[in-house]
């Protein structure tokens, strides 16, 4: 079944003028609500920003990735999407000063948006979502989606952290019609047509457990677990010599955290000479932690894709934000087709991202997003 709504496109090896018109001959519709893109950071971002100002009418946002994710993995493209105005309202809003937001701003920032809404007279959970981009390597994510979440309420937030192709120097974030460091675009998208968010990871917690006894959240890096020399201890927990960590290691046998009955996942991403470990999210002094145990990718992925399917049999798209610890698995161990196939139902259009959102959590090792069906309410 074609799709009525919402268009999907995906490109490479084309410069930023050549993208952006084959962009606008695939994406456009009569009347655009708005246009989502993921792009790699190798464009001239400037030139990107001036041709897709000229060129769509609507709301944009966007930002550059660690890879794009549409029918395939692909590099050095353009993934985006563009929503018929029919359908739905987007209602965009920048976050400038990420060290700066609180949960004063949060709601200032809530209360704009529901000032703007067309199809609903207030915030409904059921009619509303909020996708979320934020700069990758701002370290602001943990404060920036927990204040956004308390603010507002049941409404579903999803999203992810912007990529820059694994260099760790610049991640961009579009909105307001430029690329810009150090902010995160809020999109909260009244749609017409039902819709579900999710999170999906391969990782059970095991019986190892640990507590953090020294941290320091804002750097990211915890000193002390369990009383001890932080490093050595996890090796410990995990069972092997601490000069086995490694990237497979971690990504096998990541931490996770409890919130209520649901469970998150907390990356690891080195440790130093003095012992000490960085985490890809903020770890605070106190908080307990169980070792994750890593389960088959295509299984847990082929069982999270059904149950979607079930409930949507016609999917208009799935915005999803993945996490690069996952892509990086997915190739090294060859199941590019296979996920691919496992997708593909999902109509996918998202990105390789640094860090994923979903309502008030920052997580990471996990794929997060939001499913969006294709028949209006009431249909």
Same mark, same amino acid.
């Given at each position: 079944m074609s799709n009525k709504y919402v268009l999907r496109s995906e490109i490479t090896d084309l410069d930023e003028i050549e993208s952006v018109q084959y962009l606008k001959n695939s994406l456009m519709q009569d009347k655009l609500a708005g246009v989502i893109f993921f792009c790699s950071d190798k464009y001239d971002l400037d030139k990107l920003s001036t041709e897709l100002n000229r060129s769509f009418d609507c709301p944009i946002m966007g930002c550059t990735t660690a890879g794009e994710i549409g029918s395939s993995y692909q590099n050095d493209g353009i993934v985006a999407v563009s929503f018929s105005a029919e359908a739905f309202c987007f209602h965009p809003i920048t976050l400038y000063d990420l060290d700066s937001f609180d949960a004063v701003k949060a709601v200032k920032v809530r209360a704009a948006l529901e000032g703007r809404l067309e199809f609903n007279p207030a915030l409904n959970a059921k009619k509303m979502f909020a996708f979320l981009l934020i700069d990758g390597l701002s370290m602001m994510e943990e404060h920036t989606v927990a204040s956004l979440g308390n603010a507002f309420g049941g409404v579903s937030i999803v999203g992810g952290s912007a990529g820059d192709s694994l260099t760790f120097t610049k991640t961009s974030v579009f909105s307001d019609g430029e690329f810009r460091t150090g902010t995160a675009v809020l999109c909260l998208i009244e749609s017409k047509l039902p819709f579900q968010t999710?999170?999906?990871?391969?990782?059970?917690?095991?019986?190892?457990?640990?507590?953090?006894?020294? +941290?320091?959240?804002?750097?990211?890096?915890?000193?002390?677990?369990?009383?001890?020399? +932080?490093a050595t201890e996890l090796a410990k927990i995990i069972g092997i010599p601490k000069e086995k960590l490694t990237l497979e290691v971690y990504s096998t046998h990541p931490v996770m955290l409890q919130i209520g009955d649901d469970w998150y996942v907390r990356s690891i991403r080195e440790y130093h000479d003095d012992d000490s470990l960085s985490f890809a999210c903020a770890i605070d002094a106190g908080l307990p932690l169980t070792v994750g145990d890593c389960e088959d990718l295509i299984k847990s992925l082929s069982t999270k894709v059904n149950s979607l399917v079930d409930q949507f049999p016609d999917i208009e798209v799935t915005l999803g934000c993945d996490c690069i610890h996952r892509r990086l698995e997915i190739m090294e161990t060859g199941l590019q087709d296979e996920v691919e196939a496992v997708l593909k139902p999902l109509n996918f259009a998202g990105f390789s991202t640094y860090g994923e959102q979903y309502n008030s959590v920052h997580v990471n090792q996990t794929l997060t997003g939001v499913v969006i069906g294709g028949e209006l309410n009431g249909n």
């Open positions: 999710f999170k999906t990871q391969h990782y059970t917690p095991s019986e190892k457990e640990m507590v953090i006894t020294d +941290a320091d959240p804002e750097k990211r890096v915890v000193y002390e677990i369990d009383g001890g020399p +932080a």
